[in-house]
Nanobody, 120 residues
Framework: HVQLVESGGGSVQAGGSLRLSCAVS????????VAWFRQSPGNEREGVAS????????DYADSVKGRFTISQDKVKNTVYLQMNSLKPEGTGMYYC??????????????WGQGTQVTVS
């Protein structure tokens, strides 16, 4: 059973930075991909960044390229999302997700409870 617990959300002014953390527990050795998603008010949930746990390949939504960085600490079983130069449209609930295979944004079946980010 995979469990994902996010932390690090909060309120920040436009141009500021936040780092989100996702603690992964359970069948961690089978989690091939971990990703961050964002759901803004009135919008569907969208993929923001993903990392292949073996190999470290990353992928980003065009809207965050150059500003967000996803990384992992395999010792701590934690995935991070460093968010710089935040914009007001970055406001939303950020979710961590895991998948046993890397098949694009629709392949994720395990989800955390989310952490709120507000950019003003």
């Amino acid at each position: 059973h995979v469990q994902l617990v996010e932390s690090g959300g909060g309120s920040v002014q436009a141009g500021g930075s936040l780092r989100l953390s996702c603690a992964v527990s359970g069948v961690t050795r089978n989690n091939k991909c971990v990703a961050w998603f964002r759901q803004s008010p009135g919008n569907e949930r969208e993929g923001v960044a993903s990392v292949v746990t073996i190999g470290g390949d990353t992928d980003y939504a065009d809207s965050v390229k150059g500003r967000f960085t996803i990384s992992q600490d395999k010792v701590k079983n934690t995935v991070y999302l460093q968010m710089n130069s935040l914009k007001p449209e970055g406001t939303g609930m950020y979710y961590c997700a895991a998948s046993f295979y890397c098949g694009g944004w629709s392949s994720f079946g395990y989800w955390g409870q989310g952490t709120q980010v507000t950019v003003s």
